[in-house]
């Protein structure tokens, strides 16, 4: 199995990947949640697991991942 890097910038609104489109975005979120499973699923446990469910664009105009749900994300525009 390989997978290929998905290509993205240091965004200008802080210290996140910046995706310049959503299905990339979309794209880097179902790899991150598949490592992060199968790095928990090494150690044992999922307890206590943070793992990205969602992406938004932020003011830049970039897309990022949070683990944070609508409630959490306040008023930033959740796209998936």
Known sequence: MSSKAI???NCECGQKRGFTRQDQARKALGQVQAKRTRRADLGGSRRGLKI???AYECEAGYFHLTSKNRKE???REVTA
């Open 7 to 9: 290509d993205w910038r």
């Open 52 to 54: 990205e469910h969602r």
């Open 73 to 75: 994300a306040g008023n």
